[in-house]
């Protein structure tokens, strides 16, 4: 049976949130002294990413006691980016997640907006969802994950509280 792409992206959003879940449960104790990264690419328009996220990479230290965890497709083909982020010990309240182009140690300028102006609980919560971006900006990322980065930002941390460099 042929599925449209409407229900493949929400089966695809909601295999990540389980496993983000998953991940996020049996990882709550580990400790999140260091950003991990695994990418698995699916030829030259597609590549997917799962990340630990953390504070030590950011320049005012980020939120130390926090931790994430974030899952991204990225599908240059369809002009698609969809991601799950969950997070937990978070100082505020969760405002705004985007990528951001910039080696590692380094800040740069968003590259794709996921979401802004939001007040999620810092505590503990997960945000999953599908963005519009341009197919340019996608290939990059996929053909250059070094140069990119994932930023959490919280109203205690307004420029970023957990970050995780995409390779």
């Known amino acids: 049976m042929r599925h449209s792409k409407g229900a493949q992206v929400l089966a ?27 990418a698995t690419r699916h030829g030259y328009d597609r590549a997917e990413f ?48 985007h990528i951001h182009n910039a080696p590692s140690r380094e800040d740069g300028p968003i590259w794709i907006n996921f979401f802004n102006n939001r007040h999620l609980d810092g505590d503990r919560d997960t945000a999953a969802s599908c963005v519009h971006s341009e197919r340019w900006k996608i290939q990059n990322v996929i053909e250059h994950p070094s140069d990119y980065y994932l930023n959490l930002h919280t109203t205690a941390h307004e420029m970023g509280a957990l970050r995780g460099q995409l390779g």
């Open 50 to 97: 799962a990340l630990s996220l953390s504070g030590d990479e950011l320049r005012d230290g980020g939120d130390r006691d926090g931790r994430g965890f974030a899952r991204l497709d990225l599908d240059a083909e369809n002009e698609r980016v969809c991601y799950v982020v969950s997070w937990s010990r978070l100082d505020g309240d969760v405002t705004a997640f």
């Open 12 to 38: 695809r959003v909601g295999a990540c949130v389980a496993v983000t879940s998953s991940i996020v449960v049996f990882a709550g104790s580990a400790s999140a002294a260091a950003a991990t990264s695994a």
